[in-house]
């Protein structure tokens, strides 16, 4: 079992970064392969960026390539997304997720979900 804390969200301008941080809690964050998605008001969640459990393999939504980075800090038991150049369509709710297994962009496949950070990109 693991528990995802996200925070980082926030006002920006259009062009702007943040970054946002999703905290686990637990000795297996290791393990887990680790996911974004956001959902924007009356649309559905959609994936953002992935990360295998070593670091080594990420994968990313192509409306944030170039823009996005997925990171983690297994030694902190903490997953990053640094989101520059951001764009009014970027504002959404953003969550991080965590799974046994490979990475995907589904998220029907990750079993355990933060409570959400609200990003909104001012234009």
């Known amino acids: 079992q693991v528990q995802l804390i996200e925070s980082g969200g926030g006002l920006v301008q259009t062009g702007g970064s943040l970054r946002l941080s999703c905290a686990a809690s637990?000795?297996?964050?290791?393990?887990?392969?680790m996911g974004w998605f956001h959902q924007a008001p009356g649309k559905e969640r959609e994936f953002v960026a992935a990360i295998s459990w070593s670091g080594e393999r990420t994968y990313y939504a192509d409306s944030v390539k170039g823009r996005f980075t997925i990171s983690r800090d297994n030694a902190k038991n903490t997953l990053y997304l640094q989101m520059n150049s951001l764009k009014p369509e970027d504002t959404a709710v953003y969550y991080c997720?965590?799974?046994?297994?490979?990475?995907?962009?589904?998220?029907?496949?990750?079993?355990?979900w933060g409570q959400g950070t609200q990003v909104t990109v001012s234009s």
């Open positions: 637990g000795r297996t964050f290791s393990m887990y392969t």
């Open positions: 997720a965590a799974r046994r297994g490979p990475p995907t962009g589904r998220g029907t496949e990750y079993e355990h």
